[in-house]
């Protein structure tokens, strides 16, 4: 891994970092030994390589305030451990048309290249429109069965997905789009 990558990478490189990453926590490749670096050019812009800063013209990254931000916060800690850090890392990503950053935190478990693709433009297009809300789907209560009304204790659900309601590009035509939750090696990510 000679090459040095400008972050934020590009959306090829987002899927490939994806499906490495899947294939390594699966077992299917031994994780490689690299240590990747977080180096600042002298333009103020982050770079990621598995060389020594000063081998591209660039500092390493160090100091606890970037660790921080609020913008790189499921880089450094990896995955978000609750909703809130999902729909926050969401609406981070749509505001910022940032179509990497959506993808960071979908599940690409099991998916083939040409659904990756797919998925991708979608992710893509969704970053491309305004935000106005992510509300949580719930499941369906017993009320809403057939008329009939079961009483039960007061128990607080989790959501079953997320709804990013949006308007297209004219600022006042709707647009919605519902993502699935999925809970998968202790973190949460959007799926469908």
Same mark, same amino acid.
């Given at each position: 891994?000679?090459?040095?990558?400008?972050?934020?990478?590009?959306?090829?490189?987002?899927?490939?970092?994806?499906?490495?990453?899947?294939?390594?926590?699966?077992?299917?490749?031994?994780?490689?030994?690299?240590?990747?670096?977080?180096?600042?050019?002298?333009?103020?812009?982050?770079?990621?390589?598995?060389?020594?800063?000063?081998?591209?013209?660039?500092?390493?990254?160090?100091?606890?305030?970037?660790?921080?931000?609020?913008?790189?916060?499921?880089?450094?800690?990896?995955?978000? $451990?609750? !909703?809130? *850090?999902? +729909?926050?890392? %969401?609406?981070?990503?749509?505001? #910022?048309? &940032?179509?990497?950053?959506?993808?960071?935190?979908?599940?690409?478990?099991?998916?083939?290249?040409?659904?990756?693709?797919?998925?991708?433009?979608?992710?893509?297009?969704?970053?491309? $429109?305004? !935000?106005? *809300?992510? +509300?949580?789907? %719930?499941?369906?209560?017993?009320? #809403?069965? &057939?008329?009939?009304?079961?009483?039960?204790?007061?128990?607080?659900?989790?959501?079953?997905?997320?709804?990013?309601?949006?308007?297209?590009?004219?600022?006042?035509?709707?647009?919605?789009?519902?993502?699935?939750?999925?809970?998968?090696?202790?973190?949460?990510?959007?799926? #469908?």
């Amino acid at each position: 891994m000679a090459a040095a990558f400008r972050y934020p990478p590009s959306v090829t490189c987002a899927t490939f970092l994806a499906l490495a990453g899947m294939i390594v926590a699966s077992g299917g490749v031994p994780p490689a030994s690299a240590q990747v670096r977080e180096c600042v050019d002298p333009g103020g812009t982050s770079v990621f390589t598995d060389r020594q800063c000063s081998d591209i013209g660039a500092v390493e990254q160090k100091g606890t305030a970037r660790r921080s931000s609020p913008s790189v916060r499921l880089h450094q800690g990896g995955c978000a $451990r609750n !909703l809130q *850090d999902l +729909v926050f890392e %969401m609406t981070t990503a749509i505001d #910022g048309q &940032d179509a990497n950053r959506l993808a960071a935190v979908y599940h690409w478990a099991g998916m083939s290249g040409r659904t990756g693709y797919s998925i991708l433009e979608r992710l893509d297009a969704i970053t491309q $429109r305004p !935000l106005v *809300d992510i +509300v949580p789907v %719930m499941p369906m209560t017993p009320e #809403g069965l &057939d008329g009939f009304y079961y009483p039960q204790a007061s128990v607080r659900q989790q959501p079953i997905g997320l709804r990013v309601e949006q308007t297209l590009a004219n600022g006042s035509t709707p647009s919605s789009t519902t993502f699935g939750l999925q809970r998968h090696l202790g973190c949460w990510w959007i799926k #469908g």
